[in-house]
């Protein structure tokens, strides 16, 4: 029998070895609030995540939640909440279960879902009946979870068995001075983000990283008070873009490394609304009372230093009585406000204050500073040479105030001090300073922040000019005429002289009767009729000329930000001029297709241009002394972003004309008057356009390409 019970007793201590080895622990519990008085309970396990089992008490208002084979290793096993519906967390453990009992102010109802080593539930009021417990939810929810305690913002990633399978994610959750951090989960992605600033929201590309499409998200974190309202993550294509909108004036800062990045918004005080309002001060020292009528203010300054437990040392000159009633503030606070009423100040260093009048510290603060400077200007002089890379040395005359011939002027609007001087090697391109070692240093970073590389920009510019013109010309020669020759006397009647229509070839006649020819015919239609003594000739001409042209001009240029570049292609035309004193000079004048593009690149990456665009030619038509040039000029300042083609201006010209010649009466007989007209019909159109596309190269390395 003996036996029998010790085989039953290590059966069982076998069994509760083997429950004890393959159970986990409840290692934390962590609330925090959801809007409409909801709330969210995170459960911490270390290994084993179990769903619970549970049952609700309408009164009184709890909840129980069951975890078997679990185990409880919190620091604490009561956890106790000033909130509206959550009142207390209890946690006790028997032989095979852990109990978690949630004390309500009101009925309730709740769910679970498990999110990796953790157990959230979420509890709110209760809004029908109690009912059996629901059935656990493993599967991530569709909507966001916002956090008002903790103030976090949950989008959750589905589960993956490979790291080239996580999508991106993103957390959201309020820091220091009213700002927003938003955490991005990358996984694996290796590439560098794409960040672009407008000017209410920032955009994040990831490129080639596919977002699930249920994984879309829209977040809104308004209730968070800071410049963060939504977040959006989205996926365009092949890429995942994350757009956070923002309010007011806001700046941000990213930063973080590996799988995990932070984008910090801080909110921008505006100073000028701003204006001079008082300062927030924060007080958290020991609670004090005081409550004194007509008492020295050495007194007060002495109850504070026993009370707060500070050393204060005050001034000589601290004196005067005041009277004071105070109860249950902190101390700090309490000789904040001793300080202002007698207009003092303290300086504090470790755990001894020091109290003076304002005045009086003041004069210190000005001695003090003034004897350091003296010992700084009167120290030894140190020599340095700075090399510089990408800038000219020239370019640092004007900031260190130097002379042509090298030697500082005497207005002091200068980095140096009054013993200082500088010298520039434009050979080496190198300055030589030599100052104080203050300076020096001062120097150094100043040489850092100028001499970089400037970016670079390829300026292109497209002339296009079009023009489209039509013509038609219709002229008529007629004549005739009659010749009597009688002896060595003749008459002559009419006139066609030789070769005056060309055709006839008839040496009898004078000019003919009707002239309007055209000046350049392409084709004519002579009928000639001759006899003995008289010939009859009726010649038509006529003329048609269509022009269609297009011509297309594009300089193109490259320069660095803010610097000057002029290209010019053309010719110069040379003319004689004549002075007073009859002496001769050959002149020129230009006519060339120019660019003339001052660029400057803007923080948001657009960029601002000065240009000037001149496309000349020589009108070979003019008589003038002096060669004519006819001109197409455009000046202007735009901005473009980059890559952008903008359209500076344009010309346009359409030019119309109707000419009719005719013999007057004979040319208004219908149909019979064409043979007394001449006719000519001009239309031209003429248009000019110039596009301009300015490019941020990458590096002051980019090759260009065409």
């Known amino acids: 029998m003996k036996f029998k019970t010790m085989t039953i007793m290590s059966a069982l201590g076998l069994g509760l070895l083997g429950q004890a080895a393959w159970a986990g622990n409840i290692t934390g519990i962590n609330v925090s609030a959801l809007p409409n008085n909801q709330k969210v309970i995170k459960i911490q396990f270390d290994r084993d995540v179990t769903a619970p089992s549970g049952f609700i008490t309408p009164s009184p208002a709890r909840i129980a939640l069951d975890f078997a084979n679990t185990g409880l290793q919190l620091p604490q096993s009561v956890l106790e909440y000033n909130d509206p519906l959550l009142k207390q967390i209890a946690a006790a453990q028997s032989a095979d279960r852990s109990r978690l009992m949630l004390s309500l102010a009101q009925p309730g109802e709740y769910k679970t879902e498990i999110k990796g080593n953790e157990v959230w539930v979420y509890v709110q009021e209760s809004t029908a009946a109690p009912a059996a417990a629901p059935a656990v939810v493993r599967t991530p929810p569709v909507a966001a979870v916002t956090e008002v305690r903790t103030e976090t913002v949950y989008t959750p990633a589905p589960k993956s068995t490979s790291a080239a399978n996580t999508p991106i994610g993103v957390d959201f959750r309020k820091g220091a001075n009213n700002s927003g951090l938003v955490e991005i989960n990358i996984g694996n992605y290796s590439g560098q983000p794409e960040i672009k600033r407008q000017a209410d929201r920032l955009m ?106 500070m050393n204060i040392v005050a001034s000589d000159s601290v004196q005067g009585k005041m009277t004071i009633s105070l109860k249950d503030v902190p101390w700090d606070q309490a000789l904040d406000l001793v300080m202002q009423a007698r207009n003092l100040d303290m300086r504090k260093q470790g755990n001894i204050i020091n109290i003076a009048p304002r005045e009086e510290l003041l004069n210190k603060d000005k001695a003090t500073l003034q004897a350091q400077n003296e010992i700084e200007n009167l120290g030894p002089l140190v020599s340095q040479t700075f090399q510089l ?113 060309g055709s006839f070839g008839d040496s009898r006649f004078g000019i003919p009767n ?193």
């Open 204 to 309: 994040i590309t990831y490129k080639n990283a596919p977002l699930p499409t249920e994984q879309q998200r829209d977040l809104d974190v308004t209730d968070f008070s800071t410049p963060v309202r939504t977040i959006a993550l989205r996926r365009l294509g092949n890429d995942t873009q994350l757009t956070i909108r923002m309010q007011g004036n806001w700046t941000f800062r990213p930063s973080g490394s590996g799988s995990r990045q932070t984008i910090e918004i801080s909110p921008q005080v505006d100073m000028a609304s701003s204006g001079l309002k008082p300062q927030q001060k924060s007080f958290a020292g020991k609670r004090v009372s005081l409550d004194f009528q007509d008492v020295e203010v050495r007194t007060i300054l002495q109850i504070l230093a026993k009370e707060s437990g």
């Open 389 to 501: 890379k990408y800038k000219s040395a020239e370019e640092f005359r004007k900031v260190l105030n130097i002379s042509d011939n090298n030697s500082n002027s005497n207005d002091r609007n200068s980095i140096l001090t009054a013993r200082g001087s500088a010298l520039i090697d434009p050979a080496t391109n190198t300055l030589i300073i030599t100052d104080t070692p203050n300076i020096i240093q001062k120097f150094e970073k100043l040489v850092a922040q100028l001499d970089v590389p400037s970016q670079q920009v390829m300026v292109e510019a497209r002339i296009v000019e079009a023009q489209d013109g039509f013509s038609r010309e219709l002229g008529v020669r007629f004549g005739g005429g009659y010749r009597n020759v009688n002896g060595t006397n003749s008459t002559t009647v009419g006139g066609l002289a030789s070769g005056a229509l």
């Open 514 to 706: 009707v002239n309007l020819p055209v000046s350049s015919p392409t084709s004519a239609l002579s009928l000639i009729r001759s006899t003995a003594s008289g010939a009859l000739g009726l010649e038509l001409q006529a003329m048609q000329e269509e022009n269609r042209g297009k011509i297309i001009s594009s300089p193109r240029v490259l320069t660095q930000d803010r610097k000057e570049a002029v290209i010019e292609s053309g010719k110069e035309v040379p003319y004689q001029e004549a002075s007073s004193s009859g002496a001769t000079t050959t002149s020129f004048k230009k006519a060339v297709l120019g660019l003339t593009v001052t660029p400057q690149i803007t923080p948001d990456g657009n960029v601002i241009m000065d240009v000037v665009v001149k496309k000349d030619s020589v009108d070979l038509s003019c008589s003038a002394y002096a060669p004519c040039i006819n001109t197409k000029n455009l000046n202007t300042r735009a901005m473009v972003e980059d890559g952008g083609t903008l359209i500076l201006g344009g010309i346009y010209e359409e030019d119309n004309s109707n000419i009719d010649r005719k013999v007057p009466l004979l040319g208004d007989i219908p149909v019979l008057g064409n043979l007394f007209k001449y006719q000519k019909r001009n239309q031209r159109r003429n248009e000019l356009l110039i596009f301009i596309t300015p490019r941020i190269m990458g590096n002051a390395g980019s090759n260009l390409r065409y």
